[in-house]
């Protein structure tokens, strides 16, 4: 957590402000009890009216002062912890976004947007109570002893016993308390669990009708919490009085050894009573500290949880003197390339060499986990080879600026992802430029017109985020439409014509040939069907190229092809 | 500390607003009602525990009051009257501390027991109620509900329901014990109530704007983090990332002033109390020291009007964020109520009728059905099928091919006509007989956070080790079950990451197999499967329609063509029904279909 507290340094002089004006706040509160006395020990016993009221207008400008500051302190520890907080998230979001595919993939992208929003915003509630209480309860402990020994050394010695005591109490409760809490929050996560599984597995359960099994694993998770539950409230249950009996007691001891200092003369009643009031604050600080501690190990997570993100850096470096392409626009050449996901034993692609040539459909074909789409996401430097290299334009695409690499490129992913704006917003996607009748082209392409303009607004629609508001076919095919778009010099399709329909999917790919003209197409996919007619195919198997060629050549020669074929041929025999 | 803790900007401060306050009040209270003897004796505690805590100052001003008298007059203090006085007040600091202790350690109990209760109708609420429900309320909304409105009532219960008790007694035992010492002292003290009033009032009002419109701006950040690194992919391929950063900083910036005003707003309330507070100890230590000099009242009465103006502001506090939970709560209540009063899918009697008597043929008898009942989409459909057909269900995507599903499986009712099983009617059994006797293979993959032995076992209660694994085997799962670190013992995690789209696939037969259905309910849809585990799902599929009567919603020409019966849908509605050569002779629809998927490839293997 201390990592993160270097992002307070541009708040610097917030922070000595806070600082100075707390300080003197708690001096002006702590000086209230003194003057108290005096209106007692002068004032009273000597019968002095004007004594009083002088004081007491002291005491009244002092009470001002103090609440102003106290304002003061307020708004700037507001100022730099929400500020703290937006620095922090705005830090964490463009470093997630520099992040490469093999980054995100070992944290998760749910894992990511919690760590983002929930917890930064605990760490930012921390930073706020650490102003208000962390900083302020230490001041006023010491505050409060300096001026109670100064009232009477002697009777401080009630302290030496009763802090330690309180302190030992608060000690022993949070440690039997904290691991409850963990306990807790996991029995929460098991509730939820539960609970999400029976919603989206309604129809199973009630298909197999074991809605009587899923109650009885609720409730037992429900119970569960419940206990806990009680535990832990149970535990707090103890904390409150035990805290009120140790100041309370305390109190007591100081009228008691207090009467005795007024018997021997070597106290007044007034500073007694101003000891009470400092034992108060001595106390309560001790009590607000505490509390302040519950919330450290919740930040302690959050804060390891963010660090941990800060800490990984992008293996993908951008070269110190990028290279322009030279060659043909649109080669693409795999040289002997190799690679791994981090921590895997097997290659998810090795040794695979191929050109991909403008104006040609080069097919990828293969079962799950051979590497189709891996081997896609090496061509816009999602992931970097581990040997080998990828060429484009006759440059290595490491030595090429990730910007001009990608603006070369239009990727339509397995899973078509939409952004919140208007459609045309998401088409021309980061691309302003895109004039609009090639933008109606691209939606025309894509087979995407006509849904488009039988929405109102037409390509002024609005899309909802995540494109919640378009059916899975509509979102594949605006996806497609956006790389359509910027007629990049090599398309990359990832199995990108699942959701649709037959009729649709027959039509976009009629469409698509024409378009795509003089374009390098690369198409993944998982049926002959798809890559018959492609210039060639790669034929894809654990990892390596089992064969490359054109459809009849691979039949004739390739036993990985024909397999594949005769799986899906059985099929079409029967037709 | 508690007041800040009251304020702070977790609670929803009045965010939304119950709409019938004392309804669901009544009804909130409810439920509490199962535990009123415990509540009782909470409330009893609570009363002993604040009123020992109220007659503690005036004891301690006693004490001072004696060691003051005897100073002023010279003589030495009466320690036999001080201990006294002492040994009462520790004699009430624990009584009090004690009654404190029980009273929230019973209200542990009862409000988390209140709650699990509630938790448990909502669940089995939630079992209840048709699919027709379900279809309608996306489950991220029925989830919030069933946590975060529940935890919300659960939070103020603990605290609201503790705090007004020991809040309104301690207000009335102050007042009471400071008008008991001097009636012109309190007037003094009751100065400053005005203040705190309009102080609350006015930063309750001023925060609760700025938090609302915090909470819609972090709504708004959090949702654009989330679509940005959703398609994280796509915002790197197509150099989005500056654009996203822009908008990204406009919304965080917005976020920043809502949010620092709502902390700023809500963060006056200590300061400004703790400065009424201070005024209050001041006017009493004037107005205190002016009294004892005209000895109207002793110096340890003026001990304990600190102290209880001290002790005054704390309930004053709580009463204003007090007010807001409750609020929420009954929000909260509110929408959790919504859910429980629903109506439920009626309950039906088990009939005489032994399901496992019946044999597999199912027809349709003037069928009508549509998701409301204005816009039928079946209408008079007329369908006998015979033990051991295949029934095949094709049409575009989005045709309502799923309806057929919903109706078979019971999920929803038809309108009008009959549907029977085996010659009884659906209408003479319980919706758990007639499911009892279909099994269903779905695109949805559904496999829940347990061992793949739990999840194959699903299908059927009570299934032993052997059922399992032979299950697994002809549903070629067993193959790569085994390849696994853990075999059969492998825990699904929640997204199931640790096995393939098609291995879950695979996993959901064997779950229909070793239920043994005597009808069966598949979907061949088998998107981004690749071949050889497709080859397997085929298989598989095929291994469990042998003998059994099957819907298949099909996607494989050769499964359609062996087809006994073809129904066409498109647009939810059965267009065309007939043999795969029937309907080609009909040149509809189907026709259509068909010739638009070989316009193109000879083998064309999928339709």
Request: proline share 3%.
């Amino acid at each position: 957590m201390i990592a993160l507290f270097k992002h307070l340094k541009p708040y610097t002089r917030f922070i000595l402000i806070i600082l100075v004006s707390m300080l003197a706040g708690i001096l002006l509160e702590l000086y209230l009890p003194t003057l108290m006395a005096s209106i007692v020990d002068i004032g009273i016993v000597d019968n002095d009216m004007g004594h009083i009221l002088q004081t007491g207008g002291w005491m009244v400008v002092c009470s001002l002062l103090a609440g102003a500051l106290t304002v003061i302190v307020t708004y700037f520890t507001s100022r730099v912890s929400v500020g703290f907080g937006r620095d922090l998230r705005r830090k964490l979001f463009i470093h997630v976004e520099g992040l490469s595919l093999q980054e995100f993939d070992r944290f998760g992208t749910a894992s990511l947007i919690t760590r983002t929003t929930n917890d930064i915003k605990q760490i930012q509630d921390v930073v706020n109570m650490m102003f208000g209480m962390m900083i302020r309860a230490p001041i006023m402990l010491i505050g409060g002893i300096i001026l109670a020994v100064s009232r009477d050394a002697m009777l401080s010695l009630i302290f030496l016993a009763s802090l330690p005591v309180l302190a030992c109490l608060i000690f022993l409760i949070m440690r039997t308390a904290i691991p409850l809490f963990r306990s807790l929050q996991n029995k929460t996560d098991r509730l939820n669990l539960l609970l999400r599984e029976s919603l989206t597995g309604l129809r199973v359960i009630r298909a197999f009708n074991r809605t009587d099994y899923e109650k009885k694993r609720f409730d037992q998770a429900n119970e569960d919490y419940r206990d806990i539950g009680i535990k832990v409230n149970r535990m707090i249950a103890v904390l409150f009085p035990v805290m009120m009996i140790v100041m309370n007691f305390t109190n007591v001891a100081i009228v008691w050894f207090g009467g005795i200092r007024v018997n021997e003369g070597v106290m007044q009643v007034g500073n007694m009573i101003a000891f009470l009031q400092y034992a108060m604050m001595i106390l309560m600080s001790l009590i607000m500290l505490s509390v302040a501690f519950i919330m450290i190990p919740r930040a302690q997570a959050s804060a390891t949880r963010i660090n941990e993100v800060i800490q990984l850096h992008s293996q993908i470096k951008e070269p110190a003197q990028p290279e322009s392409g030279k060659a043909v626009q649109g080669l693409l050449e795999f040289k002997d390339v190799t690679f791994r996901y981090a921590g895997a034993e097997r290659a998810a692609v090795e040794s695979v060499s191929f050109v991909a040539r403008p104006g040609e459909t080069t097919a990828i074909i293969g079962s799950t986990g051979s590497g189709k789409t891996t081997l896609l996401q090496l061509i816009p430097r999602f992931y970097d080879v581990e040997r080998g290299s990828i060429e484009v334009d006759g440059v290595n695409i490491r030595d090429m600026s990730q910007k001009e690499l990608r603006a070369k490129l239009g990727y339509v992913p397995q899973k078509a992802a939409l952004f919140r704006g208007t459609i045309a917003d998401n088409i021309r996607f980061g691309n302003g430029d895109i004039p609009q009748e090639q933008l109606e082209a691209a939606l025309a392409t894509a087979q995407a017109a006509q849904f488009v303009s039988a929405k109102e607004g037409g390509i002024n629609a609005e899309v909802s985020q995540a494109g919640g508001n378009l059916s899975g076919g509509q979102k594949q095919r605006l996806s497609i439409a956006r790389a359509l778009a910027r007629k990049p010099e090599i398309y990359l399709f990832d199995d990108s014509f699942s959701a649709l329909d037959y009729k649709t999917d027959a039509k976009l790919r009629a469409a698509l040939r024409q378009e795509t003209g003089q374009a390098t197409v690369i198409i993944v996919a998982q049926r002959v069907s798809t890559v018959i007619d492609a210039d060639q195919i790669i034929v894809l198997d654990e990892g390596k190229v089992a064969g490359i060629g054109k459809h009849d050549e691979l039949l004739k020669g390739n036993r990985i092809y024909q397999e594949i074929v005769a799986s899906q041929q059985t099929e079409g025999a029967s037709a | 500390m508690s007041n800040r803790r009251g304020m702070s900007p977790k609670v929803p401060m009045g965010a939304s607003k119950p709409k019938d306050f004392k309804k669901t009040l009544r009804r909130l209270l409810g439920y509490l009602r199962p535990q009123r003897k415990k509540l009782i004796t909470v409330a009893v505690m609570a009363l002993m525990g604040t009123l020992f805590n109220v007659v503690s100052p005036k004891l301690l001003g006693e004490a001072t009051s004696s060691i003051f008298d005897s100073f002023l007059k010279g003589t030495s203090v009466d320690f036999a009257l001080l201990g006294k006085l002492l040994i009462w007040l520790i004699a009430l600091y624990a009584l009090s501390a004690a009654f404190t202790f029980l009273q929230q350690y019973l209200m542990a109990g009862v409000s988390q027991r209140t709650i699990a209760a509630m938790r448990k109708e909502v669940n089995e609420k939630l079992a209840r109620l048709p699919l027709r429900f379900f279809d309608k309320h996306p489950y991220g909304d029925l989830l919030s509900r069933a946590v975060n409105d529940i935890d919300n009532i659960n939070n103020s219960l603990q605290q609201a329901l503790m705090q007004i008790i020991t809040s309104i007694i301690t207000i009335i035992g102050i007042i009471v014990m400071m008008l008991f010492i001097s009636p012109l002292l309190t007037l003094v003290v009751c100065v400053t109530i005005p203040l705190s009033v309009i102080v609350i009032r006015f930063v309750a009002a001023k925060s609760q704007k700025y938090f609302i419109s915090q909470q819609a701006t972090l709504g708004q950040v959090n949702g654009h983090i989330e679509e940005i690194y959703g398609g994280h992919q796509i915002v790197k391929a197509y150099g989005y990332e500056d654009k996203a950063l822009d908008t990204f900083d406009e919304m965080n910036e917005r976020l920043y002033q809502t949010n620092w005003k709502a902390q700023f707003m809500s963060g006056l309330m200590m300061p400004m109390m703790m400065f009424i507070g201070n005024i209050g100890y001041v006017l009493v230590s004037i107005a205190g020291g002016i009294l004892v000099l005209n000895g109207n009242i002793r110096i340890g009465d003026v001990q304990a009007f600190i102290q209880y103006s001290q002790q005054f502001n704390q309930p004053m506090m709580q009463a204003a964020s007090i007010a807001n939970m409750i609020q929420a709560a009954l929000a909260s209540a509110e929408r959790v109520f919504a859910v429980l009063d629903e109506p439920e899918e009626p309950q039906e009697q088990r009939t005489l009728v032994d399901p496992k008597e019946l044999h597999g043929s199912v027809s349709f008898q003037h069928v009508s059905f549509g998701y409301d009942s204005e816009n039928p989409i079946i209408r008079d459909l007329n369908l006998e099928v015979k033990e051991g057909q295949t029934i095949a269900i094709v049409g575009p995507t989005g045709a309502g091919k799923t309806t057929m599903i919903n109706l078979l499986m019971r999920f929803y009712e038809i309108n009008g006509g009959r549907l029977k099983l085996g010659g009884a009617d659906f209408n003479d059994m319980s919706r758990e007989q007639v499911r009892s006797r279909f099994a269903m293979v779905i695109q949805d993959t559904w496999l829940f956070n347990g061992t793949i032995r739990d999840n194959i076992a699903y299908g059927k209660e009570g299934a032993t080790e052997e059922e399992v694994v032979e299950a697994a085997r002809r549903a070629y799962a067993d193959d790569f079950i085994r390849t696994l670190p853990n075999g059969y013992d492998t825990v699904l995690t929640e997204e199931a990451s640790n096995i393939s789209q098609g291995q879950r696939q695979l996993l959901t037969i064997a779950r229909a197999i070793i239920s043994d259905p005597l009808i069966l309910i598949l979907d061949e849809a088998t998107s981004s499967v690749d071949t050889r585990t497709e080859m397997n799902i085929q298989k598989a599929m095929k291994e469990i329609m042998e003998g059994r009567t099957s819907f298949v919603i099909a996607h494989r020409l050769s499964t359609i063509k062996d087809a006994d019966l073809i129904l066409v849908m498109n647009q939810g509605e059965i267009i065309e029904q007939g043999t795969h050569l029937e309907l080609l002779r009909q040149k509809g629809f189907y026709a259509d279909l068909h010739n638009s998927q070989f316009s193109q490839g000879q083998d064309e293997a999928v339709i």
